[in-house]
Every structure is written in C-alpha cells, then in structure tokens.
C-alpha cells in the first residue's frame, strides 16, 4: 500500500484565494482524520470522519473551513478565504476503527501570503 | 475530556547518553490507547507504538523502551544509548476507545537533540 497520500505537498497562495487540501486514505481504513501542524498550537485535530460521516468537528477554527469525504477513497479540506493566519502543515490520517495504528500522510505545507 | 501532558519542551542529550521522555495523561475512560511518534526533520509523522490502558507491561523494541503505569496515568519513554538520528520531535498521544472513531489527541511534543 503506498500510505495515506496527500496532495499538494507544498501550497503558496494570496490571502483571500481558496485553498483545497486533498487526502487519499488507505484502502480499508475506515476512519479520517485533519490535522493542523503550527509551532504555537502544536498538532490540532479538525475533524474526523468515521466511514465517511463527518463524527467532530469541533477542532474547524471557523466557517471558512471546510471538509467533505465524500467517498471511502477521498477526502478535501477547502479553506476560503484564506488568510496568513492559516498558514500551517496540514496533515491527513487513516485508521482502521480509531484503535489500531494511526498513518500519517507527508502532509501539506500551506504558505499564505 | 481527554488530555495529554509533555511537560519537557527541549531535551539535549549527548550521543550514547540514555534519555526518558515523560507522558502524562488524562482520561475518563477505562478503555484508550496510547501511541508515541516521531518526527524528524523531514516533518513526517512515523509511527513508535500503541499500548492499550489493559496491558500495563513494559515494552522493549530495540534502544526504545516504554513504561506504562495506569497508577500515576504515565506512559513514559526511554531512548537507550542515544544516537544523532534520534533527534527528532517526539509526541505523546491519546485515544479513547468510547468516541466513535477514536480520534487521537496531541501532547505538545518533546523535542531531543542528540549531539555528537
């Protein structure tokens, strides 16, 4: 399996763009999770989805973020407007249940300007 | 709620020095799982271990061991003869096995430097 994969690695954008984050699970895993990598806040989770139903989303900072998983295979993390504030490592993960080994993705590097 | 604690920020250690990293955590839970990462300079996550709250054995994989005490809500870690490549930001996580899904809960990361 080539892991949780997550494009693109490396994001540059203008305050104001939208932004999409997307992640490839691993075949099987049935839970999905977003997260947010900055040195003041440390690792944040966003949000989870367990079998593609959205379970907490109490980690999203506001309306301007946005997740969907709309299959088994695929999920994005939408950011709109973005703003130099969110400029951050977003990392994606998978499990099986929630219980077994979490993997990462290599996440993605989002610089806004 | 669940919490986790990394109380050491920074460690600095020279090579072949033995250093523990310390993991304190909180829980309403009797049934969770706790995992340790690594993180290198390259920014992945790679996964250490996962340690169930009912298996309170010591655990030893080569230079890495782990202490679990449920006593004192501990789950400690020991690097044994520490070498460079272990410098890297070490965390600590949590998760509960009643949330649907299980998500996993962030310490805020110990980092080890090992100088030669």
């Known amino acids: 399996d080539a892991g949780v994969i997550q494009s693109p690695r490396h994001e540059v954008t203008e305050m104001g763009q939208e932004v999409t984050l997307r992640c490839k699970p691993i075949?099987?895993?049935?839970?999905l999770f977003w997260y947010r990598q900055t040195m003041m806040r440390g690792l944040e989770l966003l949000i989870y989805?367990?079998?593609?139903?959205?379970?907490?989303d109490s980690g999203m900072p506001e309306d301007r973020f946005s997740a969907k998983m709309p299959n088994a295979s695929f999920s994005t993390l939408k950011i709109q407007p973005s703003e130099p504030r969110d400029s951050a490592v977003y990392f994606c993960?998978?499990?099986?249940?929630?219980?077994?080994?979490?993997?990462f993705g290599s996440g993605t590097r989002l610089t806004v300007v | 709620a669940q919490k986790v604690t990394q109380a050491q920020t920074e460690i600095s250690v020279v090579e072949k020095e033995d250093v523990t990293l310390d993991c304190v955590y909180e829980?309403?839970?009797?049934?969770?799982?706790l995992f340790w990462y690594k993180q290198p300079p390259s920014g992945e996550l790679v996964f250490l271990i996962r340690?169930?709250?009912?298996?309170?054995q010591n655990e030893i994989s080569g230079r890495y061991s782990w202490n679990f005490q449920k006593s004192t809500s501990s789950f400690n870690f020991t690097i044994t003869a520490s070498q460079v490549v272990d410098s890297a930001v070490y965390f600590c996580?949590?998760?509960?096995?009643?949330?649907?899904?299980?998500?996993?809960?962030f310490g805020q990361g110990t980092e080890l430097s090992v100088k030669p």
């Open positions: 996580a949590l998760s509960e096995a009643g949330n649907q899904g299980g998500k996993l809960i």
């Open positions: 989805f367990n079998n593609n139903v959205p379970i907490d």
């Open positions: 340690r169930n709250s009912f298996d309170e």
């Open positions: 993960a998978s499990s099986f249940a929630g219980i077994d080994g979490y993997t």
């Open positions: 075949s099987g895993h049935n839970s």
């Open positions: 829980t309403r839970d009797t049934t969770y799982y």
